[in-house]
């Protein structure tokens, strides 16, 4: 006998809420409720897998804390408030700054919005509040990777490749990249190049599960990986293995810059053997197809450009970049942190990375947005130093999707720049910590409850499908934008009739770009997906976006020459924060959904734990210049006996410890990697945790 058909069941095809890989799956809808995930195997990325994370996400969509109705703070306290309060109040604060100084009111955004969202925003900051100040979480990704090659190539397609190629390449080297749990499909593509005898290599002050599952292991100290980058350009020299992918400028003064990094150098610096320094080089040396794929452990320093720089180097040199299954790369993570950073969210840029700065963009986008080019505002702070301007020269702060009071480097001071605000609206679907400091709160929608596209770390654009409808009084984030632009009179080009109407104007808005999506329309993505530029709607896509010539100037790539700070002490320990394999970002979804359950805990060496007279389940007092924080620790001989990590998905720990200040000097990344730091044993009743005292800057 067959089943009966539950009413109202359909499938909606989609794309993970997560990591950048984008994972496609099916929802399974009964009654207007998703009540299953189903991998698609003909998903072009991930091949019919999907992580913990993606099969977990149906777990938030009905989360009791979901918001559901605005909250307006009242005597203190965030009480429910219809839309026409809400809208009044946003009025109200805003109007005032924007007649006199438009720049007191700052736009801070996510990598996790889709590509239209990030569209809108951008528009929405610099066309209707007219406010320098725009900038998003993505700036604590892989920008410094993004600067190097931009000022190299022209060009920041994370990966210019198809992820399939990784499958190909006979050494890959994982620099500060803990894969297996950050972005878990993509180990299928590792297993494919052992599986026909290629070597992986984890460089890591850690032995990650990555690391265990590649093989083959190198563990610098922390912030010392572009000098290893370095010491390996100066043997391929020395053994005649340069053989540049195409003339560029720079190139005399890298390689003599090398000949300054012999192995005895490299291997005292990063804190390793010399002869597995020269292990290591042989066999780059010898690899027809060696590629070089950098993380958030080689980039999220002060130095992280110069880092990423080193190794775009050592690639370019030995004629492997852009060449397919070898080459340099950078392993984006946020869900759509590739097309987060194209289409106008960054403080200097406009829609299809266009420069904010360059007359002839800005003239473009004037005249598409039928705006004078002078209205169009000039580069304003970038995340780290807009946050650091909050209760001082920004007066008032828009958050879309975003969590800095845990994802923000010195997050303790940060809390107090938030908290100093007038005004602090934030956007999200989950009462985020961020969103509890707010004095006004806005009940968004869910990666099902939209439509939209999203660009994953290999450049490819794909369908996000509207599944559901947000509950209560939960509105879609593009029509809330366009709200806020009504409410402070300014809703020129903010009047769309339907998403669809967004959604091509957006496709249009990037035509001449160097992100180009102006040939992508829903319907062809219905069809195929597509990695970008896709200039014209019958051409095809760019699966490899670095082949010479760039779109420089000249054509020519630019090699720079890195300058990397003095190694630390040996005897001084040293701060890193990562991820961990069951949580996301600042856990706003993962911490909250019960089939993800990880510990918040210092992991330290036992030799370490010794020397502090600390055993496994001991708190431990983390001390830097920057805050304090007390956590358990766990022991691991998997980790360099000079380094502590710690995770940064919950609030009161990891980045209370960070440095606020020291940005990139190209990048403006915060140097959340490198932090000294002292550890001190706390005395707790077992069993109970102790709340971090926060250490205020």
Known sequence: ???????????????????AVQCTF??????????????TKDCPVAHG???????????????PERLTTPLLRKNGALVPVDWDEALAYVRDALTPLLATRPDAVGVFGSGSLTNEKTYLLGKFARVALKTANIDYNGRYCMSSASAALNRTVGYDRG???PLADMGTSDLILLVGANIAETLPPIMQYLKAAKDRGGLIYAIDPRATTTAKVAGQHLAPRVGTDGVLALGLLHLMKLWGKIRPTAPAHGMTDVLAQADAYPPTRVAHECGIAEADLLTLARRYADAKKPLILTGRGAEQHAHGTDTAQAWLNLAFLTGHFGKPGGGYGTLTGQGNGQGGREHGQKNDQLPGARSLKDPRHRAEMAAFWNVLEAELPRPGHSAQNLLNACGREVEALIVLGSNPVVSAAGAGQITENLKALKHLIVIDFLASETAQLATLVLPGSMWCEEEGTTTNLEGRVQRRRKAIVAPGAACEDWRILCDLAHAVGRPHGFTYGTFCE???????????????????????LDRETAQWPVRTATGPDTPYAYAPTYPTGDGLATLHTPTFPL???????????GR???????GTQTRRNAALKAENTAQIHPDTARDHGLRPGDHVTLRTVHGTATLPVTLSPAIRADTVFLPFHWPETANLLTDPYTLDPHSSMP???GTPVTLLPAHSVAGTPIRPEVALA
């Not at 897998?49 to 989360?63: F, I, M, Q, S």
């Not at 180009?516 to 319907?523: I, K, V």
């Open 159 to 161: 990966l210019g490749f």
């Open 49 to 63: 897998t999907v992580c913990k994370k993606g099969l977990a996400a149906l777990n938030d969509l009905r989360h």
């Open 1 to 19: 006998m067959t089943a009966p058909t539950p009413i109202d069941a359909r499938i909606v095809r989609t794309t993970c809420p997560y990591c």
């Open 580 to 586: 961990l394999g069951n949580q996301y970002q600042s």
């Open 671 to 673: 140097a959340f990697k």
């Open 26 to 39: 099916d929802l399974h809808i009964e009654r207007g409720l998703p009540v299953k995930v189903t991998p």
């Open 502 to 524: 967004l959604q091509d104007e957006f496709f249009r808005a990037t035509k001449g770009g160097k992100a180009d999506y102006s040939g992508l329309s829903a319907e062809r």
């Open 567 to 577: 190694p630390t002490p040996p005897r001084q320990l040293t701060l890193t924060t």
